[in-house]
């Protein structure tokens, strides 16, 4: 049982930056890859930038340079800072873990969404 919070979402003008931040909260026996997803109107989710339990990282072509993705165990708190945004990186966006809760029990949990708008 777990509850992911995602915040730190807002407006901004293009340029700007924004960090968004997702805390994992419940009862679980451990949290393996943790990700950020976006979807904007009318398009698929997709997957912005992702984290290993160990660390290693995965960031999206559009994202790359750009976000940085990071990781407090301790916390069970992902991370996504947010640089130089562009009015295409407007979209909620969306935290995911993949959680074990219990023998042979496990499975992703999605957080609830933040928007993020860049526009002048």
Do not use: H
């Amino acid at each position: 049982q777990v509850r992911l919070v995602e915040s730190g979402g807002g407006l901004v003008q293009p340029g700007g930056s924004l960090r968004l931040s997702c805390a994992a909260s419940g009862s679980f026996f451990s949290i393996g890859v943790m990700g950020w997803y976006r979807q904007a109107p009318g398009k698929q989710r997709e997957l912005v930038a992702s984290c290993s339990n160990g660390g290693s990282t995965n960031y999206a072509d559009s994202a790359k340079g750009r976000f940085t993705i990071s990781r407090d165990n301790a916390k069970n708190t992902v991370y996504l800072q947010m640089n130089s945004l562009k009015p295409e990186d407007t979209a909620v966006y969306y935290c995911n873990a993949a959680v074990t809760w219990g023998i042979s029990k496990s499975g992703d949990y999605w957080g609830q969404g933040t928007q993020v708008t860049v526009s002048s």
